[in-house]
């Protein structure tokens, strides 16, 4: 990795646009970083630079969102998220690179996929609330994803949704939950070697982005549609996905 003027032509615009979303702006959308420096970068170092620079942005936001999360409905995806973390990282451990961009690009076309299939009411919202079984089972999938490519959002949301909350509490569940994921994927990011001196640097130097972008993205959300925001970023994600699935496969 290499800390030039490239490097931060991409990481600087991937880091405040995670951070927006973060802060409630084109909430879910916030994976869209990973991808995208996955496009200058190897997988290993795309999520090992994020995470540290996501934990700022949690620990930011969770103040912006103070208490007013729903705790059980947050606590059945944290504890659910933890065999699907440990999966992940198994399969971290024993695949090559180019599984992990062939997996990002996938889950970055899902995403789009999947944004588009519920504003055309394919997937309905669920009309009754998912018990805590299956809270643990969309937890489990949200563990697996985020550790792959910080992609929870959609898994996660597929639970979140069914529990009929307003805005700001779905977004203050949502902060809480991946504040929580991110903390537990730490150790096993770092047993596995992702994390490195350089993506450290890096990190610390990007953190006045990360900040700036959640603080952003929280005015936003009570000020602005996010519909821009989302169009900007399923752009980004089937350019990028395609990308590393192209790259993977080659």
């Given amino acids: 990795m290499v800390l030039d003027a490239h490097f931060f ?4 615009p991937a880091v405040i646009f995670a951070g927006m979303s973060k802060g409630g702006f ?3 959308a916030a ?3 990973t991808p995208f420096l996955a496009l200058i970068l190897t997988p290993g170092q795309a999520i090992g630079l994020m995470l540290p620079l996501l934990m700022v942005m949690d620990v930011t936001a969770l103040r912006v969102f103070w208490r007013k999360w729903d705790w059980k409905i947050a606590r059945n995806l944290i504890v659910g998220s933890l065999p699907g973390i440990a999966l992940a990282g198994l399969l971290y451990g024993v695949a090559s690179p180019d599984v992990f961009r062939f997996l990002i690009g996938v889950v970055a076309i899902g995403f789009v996929a999947y944004q588009g299939a519920k504003a055309r009411g394919w997937v309905p919202t669920p009309k009754t609330q ?3 079984k299956g809270g643990l089972f969309w937890g489990g999938v949200t563990g697996f994803t ?3 490519s910080h992609a929870g959002g959609p898994p996660a949301a597929v639970y979140m949704l069914s529990q009929k909350m307003d805005k700001t509490t779905y977004q203050a569940t949502s902060v809480l939950v991946f504040w929580a994921i991110n903390l537990l994927k730490f150790i096993p990011y770092f047993i596995v070697g992702i994390f490195s001196a350089d993506t450290f640097k890096a990190d610390v130097m990007l953190i006045p982005a990360a ?8 005015y936003m959300h009570h ?3 996010d519909r821009l925001f ?3 970023a399923y752009i980004f994600l089937v350019v990028t996905g395609t990308k590393l699935i192209f790259d993977a496969l080659t």
Avoid: E, P, Y
């Fill in 26 to 28: 084109g909430s879910a």
């Fill in 211 to 218: 900040v700036a972008g959640v603080l952003i993205g929280a």
């Fill in 130 to 132: 998912m018990g805590t």
């Fill in 230 to 232: 989302f169009a900007l």
């Fill in 223 to 225: 000020k602005m549609s």
């Fill in 9 to 12: 032509a991409f990481a600087i």
């Fill in 31 to 33: 994976f869209a970083a």
């Fill in 146 to 148: 985020s550790f792959i």
